[in-house]
């Protein structure tokens, strides 16, 4: 299986700040790597997929870049809503697997 | 837009088979695959497998001895059984549409959640 490790695991920032959140994967994956926002109670909502692809209504200050083993999602101008856990997840091979999530609260 | 929704029993004992059911609504189940996946309580994600509409699936080797995923296309539903269930088969299971594009899956709809415990 290939592992995803994400860090930090826990973060804080204020609204209006900027927050890059890290995953590598165990192996290359080329750029089969999507992110996930879970809101507490709710399903995740992917942001990004293919590393760098905008899901559709997704606000722009979210950005995802890398490739092969290492990642990183960038989220600008915090807003309230962001607070929230996120999640990298790879699909270069079955079983399909995920980082262990991010969680980002407020300052 | 496509909805999912999860169905089935909200506890289940030790040793029994956990089932459960997801419809989809505003949309076809015709040409995509289908995933199940758990969330044990402040935990994270796990993929537990996924089917195709014409009935292929793949599973995470570590359940797949005791999973059974199965669609119904005349009914827009997929299911999943998972038997032998213990303790820690206790989760929030998520059923969700897997887009396959250029090699790559990725969850774009998902159901909004059923909490399973498994507890005499």
């Known amino acids: 299986d290939i592992q995803m490790t994400q860090s930090p695991s826990s973060l804080s920032a204020s609204v209006g700040g900027r927050v890059t959140i890290t995953c590598r994967a165990s192996?290359?994956?080329?750029?089969?790597l999507t992110w996930y926002q879970q809101r507490p109670g709710k399903a995740p909502k992917p942001l990004i997929y293919?590393?760098?692809s905008l899901q559709s209504g997704v606000p722009s200050r979210f950005s995802g870049s890398g490739s092969g083993t290492d990642f990183t999602l960038t989220i600008s101008s915090l807003q309230p809503e962001d607070f929230a856990t996120y999640y990298c997840?790879?699909?270069?091979?079955?079983?399909?697997?995920f980082g262990q999530g991010t969680r980002l609260e407020i300052k | 837009q496509v909805q999912l929704q999860e169905s089935g029993p909200g506890l289940v004992k030790p040793s029994e088979t956990l089932s459960l059911t997801c419809t989809v609504s505003?949309?076809?189940?015709?040409?995509?695959?289908w995933s199940w996946i758990r969330q044990p309580p402040g935990k994270g994600l796990e993929w537990i497998g996924y089917?195709?509409?014409?009935?292929?699936?793949n599973y995470n080797p570590s359940l797949k001895s005791r999973v059974t995923v199965s669609v119904d296309t005349s009914k827009n539903q997929f299911s999943l059984k998972l038997s032998s269930v213990t303790a820690a088969d206790t989760a929030v299971y998520y059923c969700?549409?897997?887009?396959?594009?250029?090699?790559?899956?990725?969850?774009?709809?998902w159901g909004q959640g059923a909490l399973v415990t498994v507890s005499s």
């Open positions: 969700a549409r897997t887009l396959y594009n250029s090699g790559a899956y990725q969850f774009d709809y």
């Open positions: 505003d949309g076809s189940i015709r040409s995509y695959y």
């Open positions: 089917i195709y509409y014409s009935g292929s699936t």
């Open positions: 192996q290359s994956i080329s750029k089969y």
């Open positions: 293919a590393a760098s």
């Open positions: 997840q790879q699909s270069y091979s079955t079983p399909i697997t």
